[in-house]
């Protein structure tokens, strides 16, 4: 794969934050991505948060498993600690390292595949015992890198590229980190940058399991059944030699719309998506009603985006064991091997 370079030059006029940083200092490698690609637009949102919070690249750690939304933390935050983990592994791994070093700030990215099927195990158990870290899923509904399979948030119901309908129920991740304990829950759409970027933000500035569920179009896998320029078609109707394939360039899906507003976003296959934006006097602060209200309107087809719950006093893993603050590579002997007499104090307590 060929790899293109950004240029280095930066124009003297460009905006620059509290650390005389440009937008373009918190970039990445070029996107491989479609064009098009919801991901992208998520890359876009996550460097803009950074640098309106003026979050020092290199004190941020980002984490994720395989799959196209595992890619996107190549294309931001290039001087910052990187991590690219196995399929659906990531929580683990990053919980790991939070706990060695807990002054960095963690973002794991992961896709509806890495993180509601493989990974889930690992979902659910970085949500109940509280690490400290933004976790951002990046959910088109479908296996990008093999070709466009169902994964397990794909809605009951729905068409495939092939035209095979989904006959399972959906898991909403959402709904897990409501049960589970994550203190800092949204939902949002990857076009929507207005609502996007200030959620992330607040998980950011968050002080435990920050959860955001994005939906995030995928281009490549949408094109309906029973059109005559469809890939599908015309395989079946052209005795070619070999079997190729093209992703037709498209431009990102934008929405703008008002606090309590439903609006109807068209995708590129001709389907709707059913987007409902949080009132503004909704009360963020009921685990309970939030889940009543998701399922509510998820009776109706819609699906609701903003800051479904956050919790004012949240506590994180370091809390719950009682760590010390020290990274564990700035400590001594003395403190990593403390000798007998605390190992014997340490079993004691366990019979």
């Known amino acids: 794969m060929t790899y293109i370079a950004k240029p280095g030059l930066r124009h003297p006029t460009l905006q620059k934050n509290a650390l005389c940083l440009t937008r373009r200092d918190y970039e990445g490698k070029i996107s491989t991505l479609c064009a098009g690609c919801g991901h992208d637009s998520i890359s876009a949102a996550i460097i803009q948060a950074c640098w309106e919070l003026n979050i020092e690249p290199h004190r941020v750690a980002k ?12 294309y931001f935050l290039g001087q910052s600690h990187g991590f690219n983990t196995v399929h659906g592994r990531m929580p683990s791994v990053l919980t790991g390292a939070n706990l ?5 700030l963690y973002m794991g990215v992961s896709g509806d595949g890495d993180s509601a099927s493989i990974g889930m195990g690992q979902f659910i158990h970085a949500m109940r015992r509280g690490v400290n870290m933004v976790y951002i899923v990046e959910n088109n509904g479908v296996y990008g890198l093999t070709k466009g399979q169902f994964s397990a948030t794909a809605d009951q119901g729905s068409v495939s590229k092939k035209g095979v309908v989904n006959a399972d129920s959906s898991i909403d991740l959402i709904g897990i980190a409501l049960q589970l304990g994550a203190t800092y829950v949204a939902r949002s759409f990857s076009g929507d940058k207005k609502q996007l970027v200030p959620l992330i933000k607040g998980a950011i500035l968050h002080q435990g399991p920050a959860f955001l569920d994005v939906i995030s179009p995928c281009v490549a896998f949408n094109n309906h059944a029973g059109s005559t320029k469809s890939y599908e078609y015309v395989r079946e109707h052209n005795d070619a030699v070999n079997r190729m394939d093209v992703i037709p360039e498209r431009s990102e899906i934008e929405v703008d719309f008002d606090a309590g507003q439903t609006v109807e976003v068209a995708q590129h296959d001709g389907s709707i998506l059913r987007l409902h934006k949080l009132e503004d006097d909704y009360d963020p602060c009921d685990r309970i009603a939030a889940r009543n209200y998701i399922g509510q309107h998820h009776a109706r087809g ?36 403390p000798g007998q007499a605390a190992l014997d104090k340490i079993n004691a307590r366990l019979r």
């Not at 699906?303 to 020290?326: C, F, N, R």
Request: hydrophobic residues 35%; proline residues 8%.
């Open 100 to 104: 060695a070093n807990r002054e960095l």
């Open 302 to 337: 819609e699906v609701v985006t903003g800051l479904l719950y956050v919790d004012p006093e949240p506590a994180d893993l370091h809390s719950h064991l009682g760590t010390i603050a020290e990274p564990l590579n700035r400590l001594g002997a003395s403190e990593l091997s």
């Open 63 to 74: 984490l994720s498993g395989i799959g196209c939304s595992s890619k996107t933390p190549d």
